[in-house]
């Protein structure tokens, strides 16, 4: 199976500032990475779709990179509304598996 | 735009089968691949397998001797079963479409959208 291994496991910051996560994979996967949103009592929302591509809907602040076996997601300016868990997912190769989430919570 | 919604009992006994059903709304069942996820209580995400709409299925070899996914097309909905189970089978348990887009010769998947989940406890 492909471990996906997210840092931090969780996060304090602010209302405007700039936030990054990071998800790395056991083996390269080239862009085959996902990132969802998951606040509390919600199912996952997907954000970043093929490691940068933007889900139709989602905030520009938002953004991914990556490729190979590192990966960042990007909160440019972070909004009261993105306090939540985060999680990268790699479609790379059945098992299909999830890193262990970034929460993000305020300072 | 399509929906999702999971049903099914909200409490099994140990050693019973768990069986759960997705209804998708809004949108055909067909020509896509569809997908059952889960959730423990505070924990991670875990995918259990998936399903096309013409009844091949693929499975977590974690689960694989366990689960079961079916589908029925006139119903729009697929089905999950999952035998012998135990407490740390307690999960909230998703349903969720298996999005894909080909670039070149590269299909890329992810999962969207999701059910709102149904939170399944094993305990006698």
């Known amino acids: 199976d492909i471990q996906m291994t997210q840092s931090p496991s969780s996060l304090s910051a602010s209302v405007g500032d700039r936030v990054t996560i990071t998800c790395r994979a056991s083996?390269?996967?080239?862009?085959?990475l996902n990132w969802y949103q998951q606040k509390p009592g919600k199912a996952p929302k997907l954000l970043i779709y093929a490691a940068s591509s933007l889900q139709s809907g989602v905030p520009l602040r938002f953004s991914g990179s990556g490729s190979g076996a590192d990966f960042t997601l990007t909160i440019s300016s972070l909004q009261p509304e993105d306090f939540a868990t985060y999680y990268c997912?790699?479609?790379?190769?059945?098992?299909?598996?999830f890193g262990g989430g970034t929460k993000v919570e305020i300072k | 735009q399509v929906q999702l919604q999971e049903s099914g009992p909200g409490l099994v006994k140990p050693s019973e089968t768990l069986s759960l059903t997705c209804t998708v709304s809004?949108?055909?069942?067909?020509?896509?691949?569809w997908s059952w996820i889960r959730q423990p209580p505070g924990k991670g995400l875990e995918w259990i397998g998936y399903?096309?709409?013409?009844?091949?299925?693929n499975y977590n070899p974690s689960l694989k001797s366990r689960v079961a996914i079916s589908i029925d097309t006139s119903k729009n909905q697929f089905s999950l079963r999952l035998s012998s189970v135990t407490a740390a089978d307690t999960a909230v348990y998703y349903c969720?479409?298996?999005?894909?887009?080909?670039?070149?010769?590269?299909?890329?998947?992810?999962?969207?959208?999701w059910g709102q989940g149904t939170l399944v406890t094993v305990s006698s």
């Open positions: 083996q390269s996967i080239s862009s085959y």
């Open positions: 399903i096309y709409y013409t009844g091949s299925t």
């Open positions: 997912q790699q479609s790379y190769r059945t098992p299909l598996t």
């Open positions: 969720a479409r298996v999005g894909a887009v080909v670039v070149g010769a590269t299909a890329y998947n992810w999962f969207d959208p």
């Open positions: 809004g949108g055909s069942i067909s020509s896509y691949y």
